[in-house]
């Protein structure tokens, strides 16, 4: 296997792990979210909001990982 | 849904494409292209596909390099259509009337526009100042919001009626829900108006991205860091106004024995630079990487080459554009309350450092200070 067929496969492995992490942490985040909301339907806009922020705070970090596999798809 | 319109999307496109379009440009041009010209042609409904017309347009003048007037774009491959989309250039590209008739890729190529006039050298060091499109495309964005915000507060009156209405919701809720809660009542008006400007700046530049033919200037390194920057710069003036620099270098050593000083000194100089780090990079990769799908998604077509696949990649392309109109508005949110919470952050620290030890134990996040980090536990009280 030449080096560019390594960063090509290894760009594409890496877009899939990163978004396996995303899901798997987001979807944590929404299902503690949605129980949060139905046991107190009072405080379920401040759930919300907490929710949006670390939901940007875990994607942000999984695009840490998407630009390293765009920069490996592209210079390869 | 979504499963049936990829299934739908990759089972049309057996039958038109034989090789991907990197491999046999000139042969794949030709039918793909009027595949392309077909699909858009053939579904009018589907206004959305202006993002296709780009697409669409730039590979023409990329697989068909005698178009006249594009000698800039020879013979690129699908792949380089995509970049030449998302990065940087000097190209502008409108509808317009150029070369005695109505064209719908018009180029304004600012390069030979301002030629060398803005490119100097100062010690060995070349910079080149022309104007490139994200640019341009900031400049725009900036216009239309100053004329927006001029216009609304053009008519004042004790109710307020319309636009200043509208306008009004949004700075309230930036100033109540943002930087009140993060930075605490009494040091917040300091700061209200920076995290105002850098909401509606980056709503808006996000924003101007999705209009067809212009670009996110976001999208461009340079620009996240020239924000992230200007957070950090205003974060560390906010921490060395509320401790003064001797307690702000103090902070640096993170309260252990001075021994440990030529291990955390560095730690936490470096911890000093990953939040706005993280700050560039979220913004700019949210940006970026919603183009990319979206124009992925549509140059599909052409990479299978026939034109039914568009019945499946349309609505998809037009699904991830709504989910990019809610991303820019996350993500100006995003940065702003990040922004607000570092500052709050280094002047909270400023009030424990002054109080005495044992107190710091006792809360996490001491509402005497008035400062809170939004949604912590009602139970805190």
């Known amino acids: ?76 | 849904m979504n499963a049936f319109l990829i299934a739908l999307t990759l089972t049309l496109g057996q039958h038109g494409g034989e090789q991907p379009a990197q491999g046999a440009e000139p042969q794949v041009a030709a039918p793909a292209h009027e595949g392309g010209h077909g699909a858009v042609q053939e579904q009018p409904g589907r206004a959305e596909a202006a993002a296709g017309h780009a697409i669409e347009r730039d590979l023409q003048k990329g697989e068909h390099g005698a178009a006249a007037g594009e000698g800039s774009h020879e013979g690129g491959s699908l792949s380089d259509s995509l970049i030449h989309h998302v990065t940087d250039g000097y190209v502008l590209e409108y509808p317009g009337i150029c070369e005695g008739h109505f064209a719908w890729n018009c180029e304004l190529d600012l390069k030979e526009a301002f030629g060398d006039k803005l490119a100097f050298t100062v010690g060995g060091v070349r910079f080149d100042m022309t104007p490139t499109k994200h640019l341009i495309m900031m400049w725009l964005a900036s216009i239309v919001l100053l004329v927006l915000l001029f216009a609304s507060v053009a008519k004042r009156s004790l109710v307020p009626r319309g636009l200043y209405n509208f306008m009004e919701v949004l700075v309230q809720f930036v100033r109540d829900e943002i930087a009140k809660k993060n930075i605490g009542e009494e040091d917040a008006d300091r700061f209200v108006p920076y995290l105002v400007s850098a909401f509606f700046f980056i709503l808006f530049v996000n924003l101007f991205g999705l209009i067809p033919y212009a670009a996110t200037a976001t999208g461009n390194l340079g620009v996240t860091v020239a924000m992230a920057v200007f957070t950090f710069l205003i974060t560390q003036y906010a921490s060395i106004k509320a401790m003064g620099l001797g307690g702000y270098l103090k902070h640096l050593t993170g309260g252990v024995p001075w021994p440990l000083w030529p291990i955390m000194i560095p730690v936490e100089v470096l911890g000093l630079f990953t939040k706005p780090f993280a700050l560039t990079v979220r913004l700019f990769a949210n940006m970026v990487a919603g183009h990319i799908v979206i124009l992925s998604l549509i140059g599909l077509i052409f990479a299978l080459g026939s034109q039914w696949v568009a019945l499946g990649s349309v609505p998809l392309a037009l699904g991830i554009f709504v989910l990019e109109l809610f991303v820019a508005f996350v993500q100006a949110f995003i940065f702003t309350m990040l922004s607000s919470i570092f500052i709050g952050q280094g002047i909270a620290a400023a009030h424990h450092g002054h109080d005495e030890h044992e107190a710091h134990g006792e809360h996490a996040a001491s509402d005497d200070h008035g400062s809170h980090v939004a949604g912590h536990a009602p139970g805190h009280g």
Not at chain 1, 1 to 22: D, I, K
């Open chain 1, 1 to 76: 296997m030449t080096s560019t067929a390594l960063a090509f496969l290894s760009a594409g492995f890496g877009a899939g792990l990163a978004v396996l992490g995303a899901g798997l942490g987001i979807g944590k985040l929404a299902a503690a979210a949605m129980e949060g909301s139905a046991r107190q339907p009072t405080v379920a806009g401040d759930i919300r909001t907490s929710m949006i922020i670390a939901a940007a705070l875990i994607e942000g970090v999984t695009l840490f990982a998407i630009v390293v596999c765009v920069l490996l798809a592209i210079k390869a």
